[in-house]
């Protein structure tokens, strides 16, 4: 057998729910209101910890001069250099890596930890002490280079608060191999400002009051861009491990606005509550003051509503003088003015990124000062910090490295564990008890992307072939093998990794031993020096032990007479006729296709065509009897373009000459897929079906639907009923699909309701994907239908997939017992299976089709305690047959760590697996439960995981501090989002189709979509530069936009450019070539104009375009249109015009939760 290196590989480094008030409409209620803005830096210790000194401070205006004196230090740890470019091999150990027999750190308060103090691949001690910040400031990453063991002061001298992301740092620290440190300090915000009180008697449009951080300024506050001496590196641009959670007082309190507006009377002041004081309205709350947003969206302004009783946070006072100081705690510095943020001018004005300076955002009618959304955690920020620190490659050599953010554009090199782009988990520390997962309310789950694209420059799973004697697997567990395998006996055994037990090696796959107890072929094979690779298999991986056929294409087109009057008939043949069958997949190393494909048509029956390329037209062959389908072609139905080209060529052509008089209004549609399917049995291959229907099947026939369709039930209990399917029947041929190893993608094209509640099933079960076009026509949808199919042709897609999950189940010694240390089972299993498949079992996912866009999330469950000293293996094996026929198998292997503590569990959770875990779960939920137990179930989940952090891992002297872990920062705007999606919102303003639409979408996304869904992205278009795309993002919210500007928002489904009402006419028409007076919201589009704005405007689209799995419809949105509302509701940063808290309200809500579990 040809061998072959892998000169990039290198050996892995050794290294041994809750009560929340429902948050919907008139149940939120105002939020709590808290007292004078304390400004400081507060020190959030651990057990037997100095607190942390800062190696430099930021600047405040009106402050004394920073602390100068030398910085504190860190204890040293452990650290290689940074892995070059070029990937050298590293020296492996004879055995797979485990944990290092270190002392462990000490413990935090209320918890036990026998973790390491120290990893390989340079993360340091997870121990350090974590500072804590005040409302606004943003998480300290610079910390000092030089170890110091002997200087740790109290607290560091300084008149400044730290400083802050992106400021002058005077000592960085770069952790080699990009990975996060565990010992980073916790983060805290300081309080800001409030709405005060008011009445509803002021007139409507009342010009602001100036307050400080308050919008009279020429531009908005500039985001993070600013660089530091040294920029501190962490692996992939993760929020830093056991970096001080961010805390905040939410929601001091500013002076009122002007006496002449009516206070309201303050109820008196609790001693277990906040001091809080006139709150912003929460949603669904009444607003006694008018609304004077544009497009109807509520001002801040008005008072707040009452409370029922006991459910109020009181207020304590009714006046606070402006700029009044905090009193100075102990080991507090004085700060005398509010943080300056990352990158922030403190002599000028300041501009968010892609604003004009000139330009102030859209001002509010009326703006009362309320915590300051730029001192609040952000994701922009977020991601622009993640993409500076992600410059180096993620290795995965060691078990347990947090990787970089879904969203950053890093590389990875495989180097014992899978690319995090096949499989991410909610935590990468394994809690060791049950307990402990049940207390911390963080999911242990898996999201897994079999088929994901990797970056053109990382490396594609290889293919390796075994032989006759197929893949090398465990004995007892039937695992692969993979790179964590140990080899014993010389060679001639293996120890497995999931389940311990020893394995023969057969004779024609054994090699010698090294003098490090490595195969001497070890960076010859993929399976002994990657995490993820493919096998050729053997007859006994294929049915019936046959090899597979290559996989066919069948196209079954509506032909009744709202399908042939809109042209869809026509533009479809005419796109498969030019464009498609030059599209259709084929194997990376094949120069033509040999995918067949088939054509049949229908209304009320059904119309096959034979396309055999010794005829010289086609012909027709009508299926009438519908009870008991079949296909009258056993030789002709299913050919290759190549083949047949002339014949279907003509065929084509005829189709929509044929049926152009058609009268028939009536169309089935369970049938027709049921000859589908029948149709690919009998060619004895796997395919897919692609359906192409307008309207309800309501003839008669099996799978008859009628419109039940009832907008006055959504958002209401019943709802569940209208998005439930009212039958099994699409059901059960979504699971023959998936048994037979075929797929339905259905594209619809609805003028009414159509029930995708219930013909949705087919593609849920089978692996298939909804595609759907409103009032269908050629001008505004033809481009994207025809983008959607190239695009669904050429995607990596596989077919008659199955795909197991294994997990670590062995056996370790417990030094407790008394009789020769006897060993103790233990086991982690796969229990809950989330996504678009079929099972017939408890532990197999059948897919009819699979491709690179589809994910599926896997929960995992413990009974017994794990070893700490252990780590935890993951394998996901897809069986499948390729483009080309082949059949294959995909190994992706993950290790994990276990933990004991809190500290090492929380800094170790991947936020972007949690929330794409718990989107998954709520989208079921929706047929089973009513749309408020869902918000709330996701609110207390949330508020529980935040409650168990700041009980057992953060301090805080001040009860009315929100603290959030670093990794964690970001779940309140997440959740915020979520709750008020559409998906889950059941308001009246989506369809029930466009529900269960959505519902599919979310069941099946990966996490980069996922992210995309829950926080847009938002970019400026007004002043786009051609060698700078894409621009910095925008936050999403409707204060950053400039009645100047232009804007686009795309979430990875729907795209939108907004234009300011002040907005240059000049670059309108150099835009779209119109007027802006001229402009429809769905027939605008973008010209192909000569000239610079509409050429950089084009290729930004189009970039944003190409990182989407789907082709996303734009919409042109004028600032104070009708149907702006529904623009807005994509901020989700703001209030939603629905219904739903703004990101700042939802934080005075989380925190009240969080205080009530605590109490």
Known sequence: MMQQTYPNQGPPTTSNQMRAAPLTSNQFGPPPTFPTPQISQQQAPFANQPPSGMGGVAQYPGTRPPYTGPPPTFPPSSQPSLPPSSYPQPTLPPHHPSQSNLSGPPSMPGSQSNEPNSYSGGQPPHNAPPPAFSLGSQPQNSYPQQPSSSHYPNQPNISASPTMPGTQSKGPSTYPGAQPSYNAPPTSFPPSSQPPPSSAGYPQQLPPPHHPNQSNLSGPPIMPSNQSNGPNVHPGGQPLHNAPPTSFHPGSQPPPPSSNYPQQQLPPHYSNQPNLSAPPTMPGSQLNGPSTYPGGQPSYNAPPTSFPPGSQPPLSSTNYPQQQLPPHYPNQPHLSGPPTMPGSQLNGPNTYPGQPPSTGPIQQPYQSQRIDPDMVPNVVQVLEQSQEKNQEPFITNAPGLLPPLAATDFICQDQGSCNPRFIRSTTYAIPNATDMTKQSHIPVALAISPLANLRSDELEPPVTNFGEIGPIRCHRCKAYMCSFMQFIDGGKRFICCFCEAATDVPTEYFTHLDHSGRRMDWYQRPELCLGSYEILAT?????????????????????????????????????????????????????????????????????????????????????????????????????????????????????????????????????????????????????????????????????????????????????????????????????????????????????????????????????????????????????????????????????????????????????NTEINHAKKKYCIRPIDFLGNFYMTNATEMIFGSIDSDKSVCVELKHDDKLPVESNTYIQAALLYTSISGQRRLRILTLALTVTSSYTTLYPACDLDTIMNYITKVAIRSITVSTPKSIRDSIITQAANMLACYRKNCAQSTTAGQLILPETLKLLPVYVTSLIKCDALTGTQTVTTDDRNLLMHRLMSMGIKGTFAYLYPRVYALHNLEEDHLPPPMIRCSYDRFSETGAYVLENGIVMYIWLGSQINPTFVQSLFGIQTSHIQPEKCRIVDLDNPISKTVRTLLNLIRNERDTFMKLFIIQQRDSIEPFFKNYLIEDKGFTGGASYVDFLYHLHREIRNILQ
């Open 539 to 815: 007859k006994q991986y294929c049915k019936d032990e046959k090899w597979p056929e290559p996989p066919a294409f069948i196209f079954m087109i509506d032909v009744s007479y709202s399908s042939v009057r809109s042209g869809l008939v026509e533009y479809i043949c005419h796109i498969l006729k030019t464009e498609l069958l030059n599209y259709l997949p084929k194997d990376k190393t094949a120069e033509t296709s040999n995918i067949r494909v088939g054509f049949a048509t229908f209304d009320k029956q059904i119309h096959f065509y034979n396309i055999k390329n010794t005829l010289g037209q086609p012909q027709m062959m009508i299926v009438s009897d519908l009870e008991d389908i079949f296909v009258p072609l056993l030789d002709g139905f299913l050919s290759t373009p190549e083949e047949s080209r002339g014949v279907i060529n003509s065929l084509l052509d005829q189709i929509p000459q044929n049926f152009a008089n058609s009268q028939e209004t009536e169309t089935i549609l369970a049938p027709v897929i049921q000859s589908g399917i029948q149709a690919l049995k009998e060619a004895n291959c796997a395919g897919k079906i692609y359906i192409f229907s307008t309207t309800l099947p309501i003839s008669v026939a099996p799978g008859k639907l009628t419109n039940r369709d009832d907008k006055k039930l959504l958002g209401t209990d019943k709802e569940k009923t209208l998005l439930a399917p009212v039958n099994n029947i699409y059901t059960k041929l979504g699971e023959e699909c998936a048994q037979h190893g075929c797929a339905v993608d259905l594209f619809v094209f609805p003028n009414n309701y159509l029930d995708l509640a219930t013909i949705g099933e087919v593609c849920r079960v089978s692996g298939g994907q909804i595609y759907k076009f409103n009032y269908f026509s050629i001008e505004n949808d033809g481009e994207r239908l025809l983008d959607e199919l190239k695009r669904n042709f050429q995607r990596t897609t596989v077919f008659d997939a199955l795909m197991r999950v294994r997990t670590s189940a062995g056996m370790f010694f417990n030094s």
